[in-house]
Nanobody, 120 residues
């Protein structure tokens, strides 16, 4: 059974930090690119950060560049999102995504999300 379980969300003051974790199981984690998305109320889902299977390449959205860092530990089947200098506009539900493209098409797995609220 495929599972992506996010954790680490919560309430934080502006300027604060949080580290999100996403623990994967039920599939070959090291074969999947991993991504973090977020969705704020009334807005579309936004790709925040991505990291390739071998940790060789990362992609960070311009909206969080310089503040967020994505990393993964294939030995622990876990991907992380380190979030610093948080702003009100970072408030959203953050989702973990596992993505792989094969000859038969793309495969995507999603977690349930973890809420991040930035408020004073």
């Amino acid at each position: 059974q495929v599972q992506l379980v996010e954790s680490g969300g919560g309430l934080v003051q502006p300027g604060g930090s949080l580290t999100l974790s996403c623990a994967a199981s039920g599939f070959i984690f090291s074969s999947y690119d991993m991504r973090w998305y977020r969705q704020a109320p009334g807005k579309e889902r936004e790709l925040v950060a991505g990291i390739t299977t071998d940790d060789a390449n990362t992609q960070i959205s311009d909206s969080v560049k310089g503040r967020f860092t994505i990393s993964r530990d294939n030995s622990k089947n876990t991907v992380y999102l380190q979030m610093n200098s948080l702003k009100h506009e970072d408030t959203a539900l953050y989702f973990c995504n596992a993505h792989r493209v094969t000859w038969s098409g793309p495969f995507d797995y999603w977690g349930q999300g973890t809420q991040v609220t930035v408020s004073s």
